[in-house]
């Protein structure tokens, strides 16, 4: 999946912004850029290149899982894959604050198990020197399809994970606020995997992940996480 950065990748933008950050400087360096990420090249090492949709997976020890994605972040600096303060890409209409437009081309659907998209939902692992930089309109989708597992980048100084559980489950246990904890993971330190089993129940509780490798200055030192989730099986 790409992200603000890739700019060959993003064809509207490739159109609107030749020579834009010295990078798009050739009209063909879409259909180049993508035809590497989706060509035979890919395809034989079994990368999957994806864009903004919802995709179903089958794994090899019969489990199933479906997984939103989306590149878009809301617009900052002209760079790529934008949307703009009042647009929404990720709710379906009717709904939503005043003033929204509601884009609705591909809003992420009910059920979902996994959304990943590049950037954060406002207030969550979105935090940097410019403050709270996360999308309203991605928290409120992430609230009303409470997957088992948003992960996102975007915002290298947020990197970590935690679990959310959602007001109904809180409720439960006397409280009428979504509560949020710290993960306690498996730390195999710098430059190795951090490794998490995630057994939540689906609309209860769901784990917000921070992916980001680099830091804020542009260092990768953060280990990728490896999540092991509980899956159903498919028919």
């Known amino acids: 999946m790409a992200g603000n950065h890739d700019l060959q990748l993003d064809k509207h933008y490739c159109i609107t912004h ?47 899982f479906t997984l939103y994605a989306s590149p878009y972040t809301p617009a900052f600096s002209d760079w790529a894959f934008a949307y703009g303060e009042n647009e929404d890409r990720f709710n379906p209409p009717p709904g939503g604050p005043s003033g929204i437009t509601l884009l609705g081309r591909n809003p992420i659907p009910d059920g979902v198990d996994i959304v990943m998209t590049h950037g954060p939902p406002k207030g969550v692992w979105d935090r940097c020197a410019q403050g709270s930089l996360g999308c309203e309109k991605l928290a409120r989708a992430i609230k009303r399809v409470k997957p088992i597992v948003p992960c996102f980048g975007h915002i290298q100084g947020g990197h970590g994970l935690e679990i959310m559980e959602w007001r109904s489950a809180a409720a439960k246990k006397g409280s009428d606020k979504t509560t949020r ?8 330190g710098v430059g190795k995997i951090e490794s998490v089993s995630w057994l939540g129940k689906r609309g209860e509780q769901t784990l917000v992940v921070n992916a980001a490798i680099e830091t804020e200055i542009g260092k990768p030192p953060n280990a990728p996480w490896l999540v092991t989730l509980d899956l159903p099986r498919s028919n």
Do not use: C, I, W
Request: negative net charge; without cysteine; aromatic residues 8%.
């Open 181 to 188: 904890s710290p993960l306690e993971v498996e730390y195999s």
């Open 18 to 64: 030749p020579g834009k950050h010295g990078k798009v400087r050739d009209p063909d360096d879409h259909e180049k850029s993508v035809e590497l990420m989706k060509g035979s090249l890919a395809a034989e090492d079994g990368v999957p290149y994806l864009d903004e949709g919802t995709y179903s997976f089958d794994l090899r020890n019969g489990a199933r």
